[in-house]
């Protein structure tokens, strides 16, 4: 993850680059094994160089990960969390809780190499979806504007949360009574 001085250094260089009509060198963010798959580094918020976080996806981005089977995923969420100590059963049930797909469907998405967007297209969403919030891979998984892109960062944001070690019952989220 960026600093804020390391984000104020680049609003700081594009600033310098805009004064001087050069163009900054690009800078190399870290990068999750979500934003390898999803399009590489996000573009964080920072107004001085033009990136907001309710950018829209590219439409280039938004293909590619459509088109990615569910299958090629799958595996990279089952070593994050079994690396963070969790199990494969957690994972399916967070995976459960926000597509409404049983043990058996999932493996049948799995088997099938399921593209993302048949993957939910065919999901349930669970009603309480939208109360996932937070920032995955620089942008607010709440301001997403497409709703393939918002679903697959769901996805991403609860198997972080998972991998970081929160509660089950914080995960799978249920409105305050």
């Not at 033009?50 to 439409?59: L, Q």
């Not at 399921?114 to 349930?124: L, Q, V, Y």
């Not at 891979?137 to 497409?146: L, Q």
């Amino acid at each position: 993850m960026i600093s804020w001085p390391a984000l104020c250094s680049r609003a700081l260089k594009a600033s310098i680059a805009a004064i001087s009509s050069t163009e900054p060198e690009p800078d190399s963010l870290s990068m999750t094994f979500s934003t390898y798959f999803i399009g590489g580094p996000s573009l964080l918020a920072c107004p001085a160089r033009g990136y907001h976080a309710t950018m829209a996806t590219p439409p280039a981005t938004l293909d590619r990960v459509a088109r990615m089977p569910f299958a090629t995923v799958y595996p990279l969420y089952v070593t994050k969390v079994e690396k963070k100590g969790r199990t494969r059963a957690e994972l399916d049930a967070v995976i459960q809780w926000l597509t409404g797909f049983d043990d058996a469907a999932i493996a049948q998405h799995i088997a099938a190499q399921t593209t993302f967007a048949e993957f939910f297209d065919a999901a349930h969403l669970h009603p309480n979806a939208s109360l996932i919030t937070g920032v995955i891979c620089g942008v607010r998984v709440e301001e997403i504007e497409e709703p393939l892109m918002q679903r697959v960062r769901y996805l991403d944001k609860l198997v972080d949360e998972l991998a970081k070690g929160k509660a089950m019952e914080k995960i799978l989220r249920a409105p305050a009574a």
